[in-house]
């Protein structure tokens, strides 16, 4: 359980990386409408392939929801980045949701 916290960390690092760096080339950069609309779909469709497996499989085999502390996480989370749309505190969110419910479930 320790190595998916783990998976979690790096994946918020990554994901807070990918945007900080895209922030800061894509002011730099003049893209077309057609490539940014294209690049809008390319952070939830990576997000989505790194996030199913984790949260849906151990091992390849199916976790049961009801003993699944990760997906229980990331329904909580999932609200705060949908109501508020601020990268940080959903990371923050989905870090806090998931301790709290590893130490007390």
């Known amino acids: 359980m320790e190595s998916q916290l783990w998976i ?24 077309s409408e057609r490539t940014k609309e294209w690049l809008s779909y390319v952070s939830p469709a990576v ?15 199916w976790v049961p929801i009801k003993g699944n502390i990760m997906l229980l996480a990331a329904i909580p989370t999932i609200a705060v980045a949908w109501w508020t749309r601020r990268l ?8 806090a949701c998931f301790a709290v419910l590893y130490y007390f479930m």
């Open 88 to 95: 940080l505190l959903t990371v923050t969110a989905g870090i």
């Open 8 to 31: 979690i960390f790096l994946i918020g690092a990554g994901t807070y990386l990918f945007r900080a760096g895209s922030l800061v080339l894509g002011s730099r950069v003049q893209w």
């Open 47 to 61: 997000l989505g392939a790194l996030l199913g497996p984790l949260l849906l499989l151990d091992e390849g085999q």
